[in-house]
Every structure is written in C-alpha cells, then in structure tokens.
C-alpha cells in the first residue's frame, strides 16, 4: 500500500521516525512525505488528478520531503494521511453553549489548510483519507471545567466524517492529563528542512520516538481501512 503523508513541520518526527526504522509501518506500506514549514501547503491546488505546487519553494520543499516528486499525482496512492496544518484539539470551556462551540468548531474547519487539502483529495480519489491534529501541547496550563479530548474530537467527527474522512486520535500512551502530550516527547524533535533540534521550550513539536508510536498507530488504521 503506497501512502501519501501531507503536512507542515510537524511531519518532521514521522520522517525522522520512519528514517531510523523503515520497518515501522511494516512492509504492506509503503509512505511518501509531502510537508513544507507554516501555511506552504495551502500552495497545494488541485489539477484535474494531481496536487500541484502553487509556487517553485513549495515545488522544492515537497521534493525534499519526498524524495524528488514535485507534484502529488492521486491514483498513486492508495491512502492518504494529513497531518497537523491548522487543525488543533482546542480547549473548550464545558460552560460555553453548544451553539456557540458548535460555531467556533465550523469556523475551526473552514480556515483550516487540513480540511482543505483533504476536500480538494476527495473531489478527485475514492482512497480513504486520515486526518491527524496538531500534537496536543506538553505544557500542562491551569485547567478549567473543559471537554474532554474524545468530546473535542467527537465535535470534529460529526462535522468531517460525514465527508468520508476518518479521524486520527493522539495515541493514548503519548498524552497525560486528557488534554496533553508528555514532555519526554518533545525532547530532541527537529525541524523539518534543517533538521537542527528545536529549542529545548518547544512544546509542540515532537521527537522520533513519538514519530515511531504515531507511525505504528497510522498503519493499524490503514490496515482496518483497506
């Protein structure tokens, strides 16, 4: 199964994972990176069955990533995963009414580059398409009466999977305290196109053992999709 894995700097731990273990996902998968730093794919259009680089940097990044593909030609792939790009678990106050949580998760999906990319895959391949949210945050704030990680993601799920798209939980094993990632995760991640560590007060981005447990995670999905 050739799978393609679209994203920003947050793909950096599933390649540098999938670099250092290329059986990870076994040998049934096969994946292709597709990432640029920030907002890059939003450059991503759609040409009748292919998704094209809007710009040459983009062009550049994504061959980089991917090994010297410059576009992203969709019956070549049997799967696609999507990874961080705007969509986040958010925190929301339980007090807040559901009309109003209810707008703010519609505002969420529409502005997201995620969504997007995953509508504009839909429009041109049947293949099934995953879609992974930002890593939740190591840093364990003050805590108000908030939903729940699996209430957030439900609010997703009757929005999105309702377009035929599947959503992918954080695995549990990574998080702590419902809504959070362990700090152990974040310790020596590295950024996408220099690949230097980040700042040891990052707190989103995450390393290659995380990368590792998300990989294994990603291909029971595409197994029970297939």
């Known amino acids: 199964m050739k799978v393609a894995i679209l994203g920003n700097s947050h793909v950096a731990c599933l390649i540098m994972a999938h670099r250092q273990d290329p059986s990870l996902l076994g040998t049934d998968i096969d994946p292709v990176f597709f990432a640029a730093p920030g907002k890059g794919m939003s450059g991503m259009q759609l040409d009748g069955d292919r998704l094209v680089p809007a710009s040459s940097e983009l062009k550049d990044q994504i061959a980089l990533t991917s ?5 992203i030609r969709l019956p070549d792939f049997e799967a696609f995963i999507l990874i961080a790009m705007g969509y986040m678990v958010p925190m929301v106050p339980r007090s807040y009414s559901s009309a109003v949580i209810g707008k703010a998760m519609d505002r969420r999906i529409a502005n997201s580059i995620l969504w997007q990319l995953a509508d504009r895959i839909s429009e041109a391949s049947d293949k099934p398409v995953l879609c992974g949210h930002i890593p939740l945050s190591a840093d364990a704030g003050v805590q108000d009466d908030l939903l729940s990680y699996e209430e957030v993601m439900a609010l997703y799920g009757d929005r999105v999977e309702q377009r035929g798209l599947s959503l992918i939980r954080q695995p549990e094993e990574t998080r ?8 152990e995760f974040t310790k020596g991640s590295r950024r996408l196109r220099s690949e230097d560590v980040h700042p040891e007060d990052d707190i989103s981005h995450m390393n290659a053992e995380y990368g590792a447990i998300y990989l294994r995670h990603c291909a029971t999905l595409l197994r029970q999709s297939a």
């Open 67 to 71: 090994g010297g593909l410059d576009a």
């Open 176 to 183: 702590r305290d419902d809504l959070f990632t362990k700090a």
